[in-house]
């Protein structure tokens, strides 16, 4: 169905309070696939709640933090189920609740609900305490100090608290930072109904019709219901499925790269999507021929290394892999990742390089996890995301070659299963005696851990490589916990002929090791603040930031280029630019109007 995508003629018709009659606006937390305890509200309510807290606020600032701030207390204040008393929030839009696809651990001694303590301050709600995770379970973002609090006021006018703001998503991951994309959301959620409708009626209008008494009567125009998604101060937006088969048309994408992407829900425990249209053929070879053509000893194919620092070859890691950090194409695809998680803005810190990977008969990777485990607190780095730590939060897998169905070279989910019914799985034993039967595993040491992955990747969830396609899993739950149910494994390559090619892009919730504002673990923070920061990753990787400090008037109005490609806006008053560059690398800053180089580095 195209009618989702908007005009701006379309926009630009009528007031926008009118565009939110017939409205209301279901209100969900990050990742979970059922609303929370608040009735639906009115779109026209919602609006003028909205202008009026900005008169009284006296702001005529138009950011995207003043609107998540004004938002978050309309909300915060709209009437809600009163919390039971030692009750946890959890049914009036609270404190998140657990998970219910927790894999491998318990929830017992968990805080899943934390932050601001509502019952004290008078008319907040148990939202207010999602929002703000607290001060020990927020990660400072590049942004943080551009939040803009929310102040409550405590009983009897004893004190005021401030309290950081929600920021909010469709239901596709489109950012929602204006009351403008409100209205934009809006509409194109009535185009939907309009056009869902319509299929309905078999495309035809349905005429009024007399009734018995005479009356005219007309077809009502059914509400229309927006599906907003609250996510807390310091975390990252997470798509929220429902069932095996769900689709999720990211429009916003379109406007962005000119490509109709979507996901594609392959599982729910885990968390898995097919990515669809979201690279091509042509792309995918020339990350290979890149890949192949590489000649430095940090980025070039090589037998694949495992672990947080350094080179460390993995016995059950047999694949071959190297980084593109500064292709065009990589460069493209990395941005495009980004924006399809729902990141409205890019951050280099928030992203490893594109890792290609290469796998040749019999060569494999055992099942693992991409969070990074620091289980004894060795690390300079805070990984540890439930806090405030940073660490992959995502991975979106780029297969660029096809393999047949008896070619293996999946990429297998153990702890998930195929979408089938429960009397038709298969157990792990049950496949490796069918594998055995059959022969086709003969050329596999018996017992092997690879002759056991094939047994996995035969009876658990698996993805199987086609040229172009692409997926992504979370390796973290909404609020920072780590996915159990995430470990997967690169299946055996089984083809004499075909080679399996691939790429992955980790994402990250926040700065990166080695990045400006990455956390340090505590133990380690008086030792770090009297430390210069760490300049080389362990791949030989600069950190550099650049910032226009705006005293030049040569330099208003300019973007940065990493070679002749555009990177970032640069003029004056724009936010610093920080990347991962290397030797060799070439930065310009050129003019906006003619693309003149005014500035190499």
Same mark, same amino acid.
């Given at each position: 169905?195209? +009618?989702?995508?908007?005009?701006?003629?379309?926009?630009?018709?009528?007031?926008?309070?009118?565009?939110?009659?017939?409205?209301?606006?279901?209100?969900?937390?990050?990742?979970?696939?059922?609303?929370?305890?608040?009735?639906?509200?009115?779109?026209?309510?919602?609006? +003028?709640?909205?202008?009026?807290?900005?008169?009284?606020?006296?702001?005529?600032?138009?950011?995207?933090?003043?609107? /998540?701030?004004?938002?978050?207390?309309?909300?915060?204040?709209?009437?809600?189920?009163?919390?039971?008393?030692?009750?946890?929030?959890?049914?009036?839009?609270?404190?998140?609740?657990?998970?219910?696809?927790?894999?491998?651990?318990?929830?017992?001694?968990?805080?899943?609900?934390?932050?601001?303590?509502?019952?004290?301050?008078?008319?907040?709600?148990?939202?207010?305490?999602?929002?703000?995770?607290?001060?020990?379970?927020?990660?400072?973002?590049?942004?943080?100090?551009?939040?803009?609090?929310?102040?409550?006021?405590?009983?009897?006018?004893?004190?005021?608290?401030?309290?950081?703001?929600?920021?909010?998503?469709?239901?596709?991951?489109?950012?929602?930072?204006?009351?403008?994309?409100?209205?934009?959301?809006?509409?194109?959620?009535?185009?939907?109904?309009?056009?869902?409708?319509?299929?309905?009626?078999?495309?035809?209008?349905?005429?009024?019709?007399?009734?018995?008494?005479?009356?005219?009567?007309?077809?009502?125009?059914?509400?229309?219901?927006?599906?907003?998604?609250?996510?807390?101060?310091?975390?990252?937006?997470?798509?929220?499925?429902?069932?095996?088969?769900?689709?999720?048309?990211?429009?916003?994408?379109?406007?962005?790269?000119?490509?109709?992407?979507?996901?594609?829900?392959?599982?729910?425990?885990?968390?898995?999507?097919?990515?669809?249209?979201?690279?091509?053929?042509?792309?995918?070879?020339?990350?290979?021929?890149?890949?192949?053509?590489?000649?430095?000893?940090?980025?070039?194919?090589?037998?694949?290394?495992?672990?947080?620092?350094?080179?460390?070859?993995?016995?059950?890691?047999?694949?071959?892999?190297?980084?593109?950090?500064?292709?065009?194409?990589?460069?493209?695809?990395?941005?495009?990742?980004?924006?399809?998680?729902?990141?409205?803005?890019?951050?280099?810190?928030?992203?490893?390089?594109?890792?290609?990977?290469?796998?040749?008969?019999?060569?494999?990777?055992?099942?693992?996890?991409?969070?990074?485990? /620091?289980?004894?607190?060795?690390?300079?780095?805070?990984?540890?995301?439930?806090?405030?730590?940073?660490?992959?939060?995502?991975?979106?897998?780029?297969?660029?070659?096809?393999?047949?169905?008896?070619?293996?070279?999946?990429?297998?989910?153990?702890?998930?299963?195929?979408?089938?019914?429960?009397?038709?799985?298969?157990?792990?034993?049950?496949?490796? +005696?069918?594998?055995?039967?059959?022969?086709?595993?003969?050329?596999?040491?018996?017992?092997?851990?690879?002759?056991?992955?094939?047994?996995?990747?035969?009876?658990?969830?698996?993805?199987?490589?086609?040229?172009?396609?692409?997926?992504?899993?979370?390796?973290?739950?909404?609020?920072?916990?780590?996915?159990?149910?995430?470990?997967?494994?690169?299946?055996?390559?089984?083809?004499?002929?075909?080679?399996?090619?691939?790429?992955?892009?980790? +994402?990250?919730?926040?700065?990166?090791?080695?990045?400006?504002?990455?956390?340090?673990?505590?133990?380690?923070? /008086?030792?770090?603040?009297?430390?210069?920061?760490?300049?080389?990753?362990?791949?030989?990787?600069?950190?550099?930031?650049?910032?226009?400090?705006?005293?030049?008037?040569?330099?208003?109005?300019?973007?940065?280029?990493?070679?002749?490609?555009?990177?970032?806006?640069?003029?004056?008053?724009?936010?610093?630019?920080?990347?991962?560059?290397? /030797?060799?690398?070439?930065?310009?800053?050129?003019?906006?109007?003619?693309?003149?180089?005014?500035?190499?580095?």
């Amino acid at each position: 169905m195209g +009618a989702y995508a908007l005009d701006n003629k379309q926009l630009r018709q009528g007031d926008e309070e009118s565009s939110f009659a017939g409205v209301t606006i279901s209100l969900y937390r990050n990742g979970e696939p059922n609303p929370c305890g608040i009735d639906p509200l009115s779109g026209v309510d919602i609006y +003028a709640a909205f202008h009026k807290v900005k008169k009284e606020r006296k702001s005529s600032k138009k950011t995207k933090y003043h609107f /998540d701030s004004i938002l978050t207390e309309v909300i915060g204040h709209n009437p809600q189920p009163t919390p039971t008393p030692g009750g946890n929030g959890y049914d009036e839009c609270g404190p998140e609740r657990p998970p219910s696809n927790i894999v491998g651990k318990s929830n017992n001694g968990k805080q899943w609900g934390r932050g601001l303590d509502y019952s004290i301050y008078e008319g907040a709600s148990p939202y207010i305490s999602f929002c703000d995770m607290g001060e020990e379970h927020t990660v400072l973002m590049p942004d943080h100090d551009k939040l803009v609090p929310v102040v409550v006021s405590k009983s009897g006018g004893d004190g005021k608290q401030e309290s950081l703001p929600c920021h909010y998503y469709t239901r596709e991951g489109f950012r929602i930072s204006s009351m403008k994309d409100l209205e934009k959301a809006v509409l194109a959620a009535k185009n939907q109904k309009a056009a869902e409708k319509e299929e309905e009626d078999g495309g035809g209008q349905q005429d009024c019709t007399v009734g018995s008494d005479g009356e005219e009567i007309c077809p009502s125009t059914p509400t229309t219901d927006l599906k907003i998604f609250a996510v807390p101060a310091g975390r990252v937006f997470m798509f929220a499925p429902t069932y095996v088969g769900e689709v999720f048309n990211l429009h916003h994408m379109k406007d962005q790269y000119q490509r109709d992407v979507s996901l594609v829900v392959l599982s729910l425990v885990p968390r898995v999507f097919d990515v669809l249209n979201f690279f091509d053929p042509d792309e995918s070879n020339t990350i290979v021929a890149r890949a192949l053509a590489e000649k430095s000893e940090t980025h070039r194919m090589k037998r694949s290394s495992t672990g947080a620092s350094g080179y460390n070859v993995n016995s059950q890691r047999t694949s071959d892999n190297g980084f593109d950090t500064n292709g065009a194409t990589a460069i493209a695809v990395k941005r495009r990742c980004m924006s399809a998680l729902g990141f409205d803005e890019y951050h280099e810190s928030y992203t490893d390089g594109l890792q290609v990977l290469r796998y040749n008969k019999t060569t494999a990777y055992i099942p693992h996890l991409d969070w990074i485990d /620091d289980p004894m607190g060795k690390e300079t780095h805070d990984y540890i995301t439930s806090k405030k730590g940073t660490n992959r939060f995502a991975t979106i897998l780029l297969y660029m070659s096809d393999l047949d169905d008896s070619d293996g070279g999946e990429t297998v989910f153990t702890q998930g299963w195929p979408d089938q019914p429960e009397k038709d799985r298969i157990s792990k034993n049950d496949a490796l +005696a069918a594998l055995r039967e059959s022969g086709e595993v003969d050329f596999l040491k018996r017992n092997s851990w690879q002759e056991t992955m094939v047994a996995n990747c035969r009876s658990r969830l698996s993805v199987r490589p086609h040229n172009a396609r692409a997926v992504l899993f979370y390796s973290q739950h909404p609020n920072g916990e780590e996915d159990q149910a995430s470990l997967h494994g690169g299946c055996p390559v089984l083809s004499e002929v075909n080679t399996k090619w691939a790429a992955n892009l980790w +994402a990250w919730n926040g700065p990166r090791v080695g990045y400006p504002g990455s956390p340090i673990n505590p133990k380690f923070a /008086d030792e770090e603040k009297n430390k210069e920061k760490i300049k080389t990753s362990a791949d030989g990787s600069q950190q550099v930031t650049f910032q226009n400090m705006g005293k030049n008037p040569a330099f208003k109005d300019v973007d940065i280029y990493f070679e002749d490609q555009f990177w970032a806006d640069f003029t004056h008053g724009s936010p610093q630019v920080s990347v991962n560059t290397f /030797d060799g690398h070439t930065w310009n800053i050129k003019q906006k109007s003619d693309k003149k180089v005014l500035l190499t580095w």
